[in-house]
Nanobody, 123 residues
């Protein structure tokens, strides 16, 4: 499984961005997908996840502002980020695990990772 994340950039506080992550493989519908982020000097943290049945889960810090979705026909997962804050600045990574289980928040449970895309929110 190969993942390609894109869509990052520079945005002012209060603005929006949509990240995309395209996956290879013919069984994308069975993938549980997650978005993680890592800010300079900080550990990688869970942002949002969606499983094979479209159940979603969010970190408290982004709940109500971010939305994760998937398009199985395009083998792509999205992260719509609204009301962005400077503290959302980080490298964002998409990740995948081939499982039919509830959304996992631990990065160690995801086997496949994309290369990361930078999101910078200016104040």
């Amino acid at each position: 499984v190969q993942l390609q994340a894109y869509g990052g950039g520079l945005v002012q506080a209060g603005g929006s961005l949509r990240l995309s992550c395209a996956a290879s493989g013919r069984t994308f519908s069975n993938y549980a997908m997650g978005w993680f982020r890592q800010a300079p000097g900080k550990e990688r943290e869970f942002v949002a996840g969606i499983n094979w049945s479209d159940s979603t889960y969010y970190a408290d810090s982004v709940k109500g502002r971010f939305a994760i979705s998937r398009d199985n026909a395009k083998s792509t997962v999205y992260l719509q980020m609204n009301s962005l804050k400077p503290e959302d600045t980080a490298v964002y990574y998409c990740a995948a695990r081939i499982t039919r289980t509830p959304v996992a928040t631990m990065s160690a449970l995801y086997r496949y990772w994309g290369q990361g895309t930078q999101v910078t929110v200016s104040s």
